[in-house]
C-alpha cells in the first residue's frame, strides 16, 4: 500500500463543507469524507507551523522533539517519518513544505555532510526530496526570510515572471493603477493575484505531485505539503471573487471574554494579528479571499483524485487530508494561531483507508480524542511494520478506520513556547517560563501557564464557543485538580528512552544471568541448577598449594 500525505497550512477544521461550513463548498475534501473517515476531534501538538508538523513528522510531542518554535532545529539524530517507514521497506518523499530548520551544529559535530544521503535526510526531516519549499519568500531591507532557493521561484521565472522574486511581486501581489498592490496588506485581498491561475502556488505543488505519481514505484510515502491557504492570503482569479462579505460569518467573540482576561490570553489580543482581525473591515477582505483559496485547494484535490483514479491507484493508496493548525479569523478577539481555542488548535482531519477492513467506515466520522502525532503509527502499520511505541507517542488509527472501539486516551495535550514573541515581554517572564500547555477530555478544557500564572478552564459542554473562563471565579476547583493531574502524569511519560524497546527490555531481564552473571548467591540454590551447571563438576587441575606450605 501506498500513502499520500497531503497537508494545508492553516486550514480550519470548520471551513470545509463537510465540516458544516455555511457558505463553503468543497466537493473533493468531501469526496475523501464519503470514502474514508473524518475525525471530528483532532488536535495539533501545538498551534503554530513548525512546532507542528515536526510532531507529525516524528510522531512525537513538542517537548519530547524538542523543536519548539518555527525555526527552532530539529535534533541530529530524532528518529522521523522516513526512518520508520524505510525500516519498513517504505520509501518516504516531500514534495511542498515542513518548515523544518536543520540542526547544523549537530550535524558538524558529528561529522554528517548535506551531501550525503544520510546527511541530506536529517536536514530535511527524513524526507527524501521530491521539491521543497516552505512558500514565505518575504523580503525586506535584510534580505529573504528563507535563505533556501525557491523551486518555485525558479518555475515562475521559466514561465516569463519577470523579476528576483516573481513569488512577491506576482503569486502574491496585485495590481493598483499600474503599481504592486502586495498581499501583505489586507486592503488589496479584493483584488486578484497578478499570476495565471494555473501558475499559482497550489497548482503548481499538485503539477509536481502528478508528475510524481507518473514516476513513482511503490512502496511509497509522499508527503504533499500545500503552502495555501496561509498568508499572504492572495487569491488568484477566478477564487479572489468568489466569496464575498455577505459570506463572512460573525466572529465567534463577546465582550466578556475581555473582562478580567488571563494576562498572557490579553497579551495576545493586543498583539498586531489581533488587532487587524478586531477590524470588520479587515475580515470582509480577509475572510472572502482565505475562502477562495480553499476553494482552489479542493478543485486541486479533485486533479488529484482524478488522476488516482485514472491510474487505478485509489485502491492501494491511503489518503490523508489534514492541517497543521488552524486560524482565528478574528475569534476570540484574536488573529492568526498562537492559543488553544478550537479555531486554532483543532485540525481537520480525514483519512482514506482502501482496505477491505475499512468497508464498513465508509463515510462515517468518529469523534474519538485524536493527536496529530497518531499518524505516524498509522503509517507504520499500514507498510506492515510493528509499531516503535517506545519511539512513537501516538497511537494507531487503524482500528477506527476498521470499526473497531479500542480503548482510547482520556485527553489530549497541546503545547506553545512563546519565548520569541513579544508576549514573553509583555507578561514579564524568563524564557523558559514562556510555555502553555492546554490539555482536554472532550468536554474540559484546561490551559496551564508557567511563570505564577492563574489556569484558564472551559467546558464545552455547555459553553462550546469557550467564552466563558470559569477559572476567573472560585467554584471549579476540583476540575482544575483533576486537569492539572492528568498534565502532571502525560510529564510524567516516558519519552526519552528511545534506544530501548519494551521488548529489547524484556529479552534483556534474563540474559546476564544466562551467561553465568550470577551475584548474590548464598548456595545457588535461589536460580534454576542450568544457571549454575558451568560452576559445578570435578576440578580439572588443582592449583592449591599443598597442605602445610605456608605452615611456620
Known sequence: MNILFIMYDQLRFDYLGCAGHPHLATPNFDRVARAGVRFTNAYAQSPI???????????RYVSSHGAQWNNFPLRVGEHTLGDHLRAAGMDCWLIGKT????DAEGMARLGLSPDSVIGARQAECGFDVRVRDDGLWAEGPDGLYDE???PYNEYL???GYAGDNPWSDYANAGIEAGEKASGWMFDNLDKPANIREEDSETPWLTSE????LDE???PWCTHLSYIKPHWPYMAPAPYHAMYGARHVSAAIRTEAERERPHPVYAAFIGRRPALAFQQEEVRSKVIPAYMGLIAQCDDQLGRLLDCLEAKGRMKDTMIVVTSDHGDYLGDHWLGEKDFFHEPSVKIPLIVYDPRPEADATRGATCDALVEAIDLAPTFVEAAGDTVADHILEGRSLAPWLHGDAPQWRDYVVSEYDYSVTPVRDAVGVAPRDARLFMVFDGRFKLVHAEGGFRPMLFDLEHDPNEFDDLAKDPGHEAEIARLHDCLARWGRRMSQRVTCSDAD???RRERSARRGVLPFLKDGSEVPEELTSAYRGPVAQNHLPRRGAFER
Open 209 to 212: 505531485a502528478i508528475r510524481f
Open 99 to 102: 518548515h523544518m530548520k536543520a
Open 505 to 507: 527490555i524484556e529479552a
Open 49 to 59: 507551523c513548525g512546532p507542528s508538523r515536526m510532531s507529525f513528522y516524528t510522531g
Open 216 to 218: 513513482a514505484k511503490g
Open 157 to 159: 521565472e521559466s514561465r
Open 148 to 150: 533556501k532557493r525557491s
